[in-house]
């Protein structure tokens, strides 16, 4: 794609090539987005951001955990090919990458500054946060890396644990504590200035109001709203409790969905009461919107330093959240909420657009390298979406494709424009025609009337992973 030539920051004269800004946050679904269509979570920094860029609506992760997610999507393979596929194998990153480049090593290599701010690659949350270290980094990414220290679920604030985990609170101790899936929520006291969202801005704040001589890229994780759901109380005050809407559920909601395609749900969270379940959607609201908060204060000063005019952002989310639909909750499912992410692209000179074609996170190493004129790497697995940028008409994607699971018992979506195919490892599967049933309430697979179309997406499948399986 070729960006419209215009007026440089004085700091940037000596290399016209754009800058990246590569926002993520943790654990964010598109549906929590007022830009995406909520109606009740207000976020006016990235509604902006979106108002200027290309909004895409069907993007998918390659895995819907954090770990893995993350690691497909900066290098560029299938979390299959890298032999990614779940949180304790993310520490292999360095190990399993071998020679081939990283998203952002690529960046170095072409004399670009690179810089990670928080969680980019995978990271405990809160044990990684609340001892203020790296987690399983990629060193390699990096000519600067900084991490933060936070209280998390130990800050100041009136404390409320809404799911049933046994959580353990001994004093100097980090890990394994319980809070790593617990609706625990701190309404906090004070603005916030020592959450790890806060400091994460200030740093991306001092870098962009640096003179570069280089191009940069910059790397900025957020990592609300991943549990625990801490923010200052102000945050909480749009959002009461009773006032919450829950999704809209049919009594006979499981009658189709196999076994295996039940996840995390009100009962194995012991959410049994309705206010409970409006409590999480206020305290999730609530991080997101303080979240959105430090996305402002980020993009504000990119726009004072008069950056804007050659910087490419994106924003996105590592993967989906259900936040009740079919009465699940978080990530580690197939289906569209906790599959589906939101992104954002904004690129100097672009006319604004919303784009319905179908696109996955592994597609933004070579969409980003495209748009700055790097050589990507033979190894990548996605595919650009640059050209949907200038054409939101356009496909790039017959399908796109998301797993889950470590093998031999490894889960799969496909995901086509018209609909969603999950294989369980049991034999079972899934099949949504997703034009007429969006919210995935009538599952069709094994239906007579269907029996051509999922032969189709399972010879689509059995492809596809021959192709992705090492």
């Avoid at 290098?75 to 990153?93: C, F």
């Avoid at 899936?181 to 603005?191: H, L, N, P, R, W």
């Avoid at 592994?362 to 990507?376: I, S």
């Avoid at 009337?449 to 059995?462: D, G, H, P, S, T």
Wanted: with cysteine; glycine share 6%; net charge negative.
């Amino acid at each position: 794609m070729a960006l419209i030539a215009l007026p440089l920051a004085a700091a940037q004269v000596e290399d016209a090539r754009p800058n990246v800004l590569f926002i993520i946050s943790d654990d964010l679904t598109a549906g929590a987005l007022s830009c995406y269509g909520n109606t009740q979570c207000k976020t006016p920094a990235i509604d902006a951001l979106a108002a200027r860029g290309t909004r895409f609506t069907r993007t998918y992760c390659q895995y819907p955990v954090c770990g893995p997610s993350r690691a497909s999507m900066l290098s560029g393979l299938y979390a299959n090919s890298l032999e990614i596929m779940n949180n304790a194998t993310a520490t292999r990153i360095g190990k399993n990458l071998g020679d081939r480049l990283s998203l952002p090593q690529l960046f170095k290599r072409e004399g670009y500054f690179t810089a990670r701010v928080s969680k980019v690659y995978h990271m405990l949350v809160p044990g990684d946060i609340t001892r203020g270290v790296h987690g399983p980094d990629h060193p390699a990414s990096w000519v600067e890396r900084y991490s933060f220290e936070a209280p998390e679920w130990r800050s100041v604030g009136r404390h409320e644990h809404l799911s049933n985990e046994t959580l353990r609170k001994p004093k100097n101790k980090h890990y394994s504590l319980g809070f790593g899936t617990a609706f625990y929520v701190v309404q906090g006291e004070g603005e916030g200035s020592e959450q790890v969202d806060v400091q994460a801005a200030n740093k991306a704040i001092e870098i962009l109001t640096r003179e570069h001589a280089q191009p940069f890229f910059l790397a900025l994780g957020f990592v609300r709203p991943h549990v625990p759901l801490v923010a200052p109380a102000r945050y909480f005050a749009p959002y009461p409790a009773e006032a919450m809407q829950l999704p809209r559920i049919p009594e006979d909601d499981w009658l189709d969905i196999p076994k295996a395609g039940i996840p995390k749900n009100s009962q194995t969270f012991g959410l049994d009461t309705e206010l409970k379940k409006r409590k999480v959607l206020q305290a999730y609201y609530a991080s997101v919107s303080f979240m959105d908060a430090q996305v402002g204060r980020v993009l504000e000063t990119l726009a004072s330093q008069g950056l804007e005019r050659n910087t490419i952002v994106v924003f996105t989310s590592d993967h989906g959240y259900h936040m009740g639909e079919h009465e699940f909750w978080q990530k580690s499912s197939l289906h569209e909420e906790s599959a589906r992410t939101p992104l954002i692209i904004v690129a100097p000179g672009q006319q604004p657009a919303v784009c319905g074609s179908l696109a996955q996170l592994v597609d933004l190493y070579p969409t980003l390298a495209e748009m700055c004129g790097l050589q990507p790497p033979e190894h990548l697995q996605g595919k650009s979406l640059a050209r949907l940028l200038e054409d939101p008409a356009q496909d790039v994607h017959e399908f796109v494709y998301c797993a889950f699971g470590s093998p031999p018992r490894v889960s799969h979506l496909l995901r086509t424009r018209r609909h969603a195919y999950m294989a369980w490892p049991d034999g079972t599967a899934e099949l949504y025609d997703m034009q007429q049933d969006p919210l995935q309430f009538t599952n069709l697979a094994g239906r007579e009337e269907v029996q051509q179309i999922q032969r189709r997406l399972e010879a689509q499948l059995k492809s596809h992973l021959e192709e992705i399986d090492p």
